[in-house]
T-cell receptor, first 111, second 117 residues
Framework: QQPVQSPQAVILREGEDAVINCSSS?????VHWYRQKHGEAPVFLMI?????EQKGHEKISASFNEKKQQSSLYLTASQLSYSGTYFC????????????FGPGTSLSVIP | GAVVSQHPSRVICKSGTSVKIECRSL??????MFWYRQFPKQSLMLMAT?????????EQGVEKDKFLINHASLTLSTLTVTSAHPEDSSFYIC?????????????FGPGTRLTVL
């Protein structure tokens, strides 16, 4: 039931773009994206609801394709502060409120 | 944004003792709180869902007698790790939502680092 994330890890130079993917084997109601810095709690980025909408602003956005049960997080013109582990959390249609997190994608932005 | 606090932030205890972790929503009423456990370099694993005034719902594989959860009020949930052992050492994180819908954001507490000697 845990969603799959790819890539597992990515290293970027400042200013480069990245895409993190999240997919589920179950029909989804929503996808949540969080970023976690080492030793800290996850910080909410955004929620995407069933409907295929794209959300976000400026340099961090995400899309949700409910038919494919996939979501992607787009980071453009990355900054050093973007470094961390990105988790997607999925909420399946049969289990509202319960968010199951993927294994995470480690993102390192270097100067 | 909403604030969730956890106490203590770090705890070291001897094997066999019990440890209580508190999770509080400071500026909103949390009808539902979640408890997660995170081992180093791994994802957050949902342990249980806690609804105010009712028994917690535990995930498969989580021992309810070992991880006691109480959600006595709309702003406080507690997790008690009973008879802790070294393998219980982990980062425990709670989160809270203010409603019961899928549109509600989960606000995470800062986490509690438990080390069992």
């Amino acid at each position: 039931q845990q969603p799959v994330q790819s890539p597992q890890a990515v290293i970027l130079r400042e200013g480069e773009d990245a895409v993190i993917n999240c997919s589920s084997s179950k029909a989804l109601y929503s996808v949540h994206w969080y970023r976690q810095k080492h030793g800290e709690a996850p910080v909410f980025l955004m929620i995407l609801l069933k409907g295929g909408e794209q959300k976000g602003h400026e340099k961090i956005s995400a899309s949700f394709n409910e038919k494919k049960q996939q979501s992607s997080l787009y980071l453009t013109a990355s900054q050093l502060s973007y470094s961390g582990t990105y988790f997607c959390g999925t909420e399946v249609e049969t289990s509202y409120d319960k968010v199951i997190f993927g294994p995470g994608t480690s993102l390192s932005v270097i100067p | 944004g909403a604030v969730v606090s956890q106490h203590p932030s770090r705890v070291i205890c001897k094997s066999g003792t019990s440890v209580k972790i508190e999770c509080r929503s400071l500026d909103f009423q949390a009808t539902t709180m979640f408890w997660y456990r995170q081992f180093p370099k791994q994802s957050l694993m949902l342990m249980a869902t806690s609804n105010e005034g009712s028994k917690a719902t535990y995930e498969q594989g989580v021992e309810k007698d070992k991880f006691l959860i109480n959600h006595a009020s709309l702003t406080l949930s507690t997790l008690t790790v009973t008879s802790a052992h070294p393998e219980d050492s982990s980062f425990y994180i709670c989160s809270a939502i203010s409603g019961r819908g899928a549109t509600d954001t989960q606000y995470f507490g800062p986490g509690t680092r438990l080390t069992v000697l």
